[in-house]
């Protein structure tokens, strides 16, 4: 789950970092006032899940109260990646002297959570992560000794930061770490960490995402949860308790377990297909849930066939067919379905099937040929 750049804001500031003073405006008049309130500069900025806001065009500087409602109008009526702007922070305008970045996710292959930092901040960070990689630190912190002191002095050295503000960094480092440990949080970025021109360290930017397998544990941080914002096929799988991840290919696909869903992508990959999603529909998942999962996939306009790929233990195929069935009565799709249904009761499962027009496989490889080649067809 994604916050929203207020929102992460927040969230440090409550660790002890500082932030800008600003306010969340659902309106231009909203925003011309607080504007007024902070009576300087201001900053408005688009709230949208979605990064590079400024390189397009929502994060605009206002001298007036009038003019911060002028460019709150333009921007509220954006959308950005083809995310709708509802709401805009207005911030108080920072007189920046450099912009450094600094963030926190996990590495993966060393089990641990990584820090990472840039002196060249900002929105072209990603670039310089491209052409000079050397311009990006690395720090790995050991779950159970946590941030170390002389990791961040490591840090500030590395990136050449004045020795008048190693001790703030160390501060803002520290409370993004905890910040990051405390919210099980997958992802915490400061973009940029500016130092001011009057010396002191702002975090002007801010990104959380939180890992949705740990809210059980956060009640307070679900709330955060912006549905407006959303992709709304992302909703949708959510209220049906299904792990759906668009992709680009044209093969939807509909699996049974993570590891399977992900296998299968990677043979159709090998026999030259590209998969339009990841979806896994979970253990014993019932007709309903599959009925919600096939709508899901073809409300996707890239996908010219479906493959179904369950292999049934817990999830009953005969159960599973029921669902693939009661959804073809609601969407009627258009596009060849590919089915190989394996186990418990595989039998009545295909029987069920035989009967709506699906292609039939029994292995795996045969279903995925099958599959690509349809879309091929259908392309
Ligand atoms: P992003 O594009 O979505 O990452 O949005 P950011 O909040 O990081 O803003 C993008 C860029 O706009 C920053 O890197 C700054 O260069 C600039 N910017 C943002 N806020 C201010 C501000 O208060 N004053 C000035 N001068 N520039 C700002
Ligand atoms: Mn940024």
Known sequence: MKL????SKLIFAQHGIPIPK?????????????????GRRVVVKAQVLVGGRGKAGGIRLASSPEEAEEVATQILAMHIKGLPVRKVLVDEAADIQAEIYLGITNDRASRCAVMISSAEGGVEVEEVARSDP??????????MLGLRDYQVRDLAATIELHHDLWRDLAGIARGLYEAFVDCDASLAEINPLVI???????????????????????????????VDEEAP?????????????????????MVNGAGLAMATMDIITLFGGEPANFLDIGGGAGSEKVAAALELIL???NVKAVLFNIF?????????????????????????????????NEEEGRNLLAAAKMITAVTLEDAVRKAVTAAGEAS
């Open 4 to 7: 929203h750049e207020y929102q």
């Open 22 to 38: 600003g306010r969340v405006a659902t309106n231009a008049a909203e925003a011309k006032g607080f504007a007024q309130e902070l």
């Open 134 to 143: 050397e311009k990006i630190v690395r720090i790995l912190i050991d779950p």
């Open 196 to 226: 001011m021109k009057d010396g002191r360290l702002v975090a002007l930017d801010g990104k959380m995402v939180l890992d949705d397998n740990a809210l059980f544990r956060h009640p307070d941080l679900v709330e955060l949860r912006d």
């Open 233 to 253: 096929a992302e909703r949708e799988a959510r209220k049906f308790g299904l792990s759906y991840v668009k992709l680009d290919g044209n093969i939807g696909c």
């Open 299 to 301: 409300q996707d306009r």
């Open 312 to 344: 049934g233990g817990i999830t009953r195929c005969d159960e599973v067919a029921r669902g693939i069935l009661m959804a073809l009565e609601e969407v009627k799709p258009k596009v060849p379905m590919i089915v190989r249904l394996v186990g418990t």
